[in-house]
């Protein structure tokens, strides 16, 4: 994690250096919308298939911005366990098949930004988050913030903003030492960059601090490219880095040294860092 941050520190101000100071272009009143779509099937023997949606509604004045964004992401991989009934010389194959998921995250949010001129903006947003297979069952973020527009060109944008937030959560498994609601400070940097006239690389930073227990720090960090094929068509890849420091709790069986089952359980920390690669078709309306 400190690396990718000591990286974003070098590669920023490098992208800064050389940039033109020109007046920013007219802002115009107007709705947009973008849908992506994210679909793999494997089929066989074995069979798994990952499905995810994503959609985002814009309206953009000359005063202010609302954004709305949902989607989701979810894989189901399938395990087939062959067996032989009968002789060496004479048998039967029998198949059986069992499904599971092995990936599932879905949010929603919104966020409404006011400009008060000289490049600052006030903003107030919403977050809900589900990602079962990291321990979250549901996690809903209200924030409060300002921050300010550095640059905001066709081929070159980038803003920061520092917010407080409150946050309520519920875990798959509930940990005792942790509270699930906490009010906390919100950290967000975005930053998209033209790198040819059909290429564009959008990056956003957006880490989170629990107040009540600092030690609770947790990091969204995405990075894309966007390829247009047409007016209305991009090829996007994507890379999603998910990191918290104190991660959730998972349940697992307990065993003894020999191997028997104790018929107990007990409360392990999850992984730290969740990854998620992403080649999407993204239509624009």
């Not at 990718?4 to 920013?24: E, H, K, Y």
């Not at 499905?51 to 953009?60: A, D, K, N, V």
């Not at 059986?96 to 006030?122: C, I, N, P, Q």
């Not at 070159?156 to 917010?163: A, C």
């Amino acid at each position: 994690m400190r690396r990718a941050l000591a990286a974003i520190a070098m590669v920023w101000p490098a992208l800064l250096r050389g940039q033109a100071a020109t007046p920013p272009a007219a802002p115009t009143t107007d709705w947009s919308y973008s849908a992506k779509l994210t679909a793999v099937w494997v089929g066989g023997n074995s069979e798994s298939s990952t499905f995810g949606l994503g959609s985002t509604l814009r309206r953009q004045g000359e005063h202010a911005e609302l954004k709305f964004e949902a989607g989701g992401i979810r894989t189901e991989s399938s395990l087939k366990t062959r067996a032989a009934v009968g002789s060496t010389t004479s048998y039967r194959v029998t198949e059986t098949e069992t499904v599971r998921k092995t990936a599932e995250s879905y949010f929603a949010r919104t966020r409404h930004d006011r400009k008060l001129g000289s490049g600052m903006v006030v903003f107030a947003g919403a977050d809900w988050l589900r990602n079962i297979f990291s321990g979250i069952d549901s996690r809903t973020l209200v924030a409060l913030g300002a921050g300010r527009q550095w640059a905001d060109r066709d081929d070159f944008k980038l803003k920061t903003d520092l917010g407080f937030t409150y946050t309520f959560q519920e875990d798959v498994v509930e940990n005792p030492f942790v509270k699930s609601k906490f009010p906390g400070v919100r950290f967000s940097a975005d930053l998209q960059r033209a790198l040819t006239s059909t290429t564009k690389w959008e990056s956003t930073l957006i880490s989170d601090l629990n107040i009540d227990e600092t030690d609770d720090l947790r990091a969204d960090f995405t990075n894309a490219v966007s390829v247009s094929i047409s007016t209305r068509l991009a090829l996007k890849p994507s890379l999603q880095l998910l990191w918290r420091n104190q991660p959730a709790l998972t349940e697992i069986e307990l065993f003894t040294e020999t191997g028997t089952s104790t018929g107990q359980k007990v409360n392990v920390p999850l992984e730290k860092m969740d990854s998620f690669f992403t080649l999407a078709l993204v239509v624009t309306l």
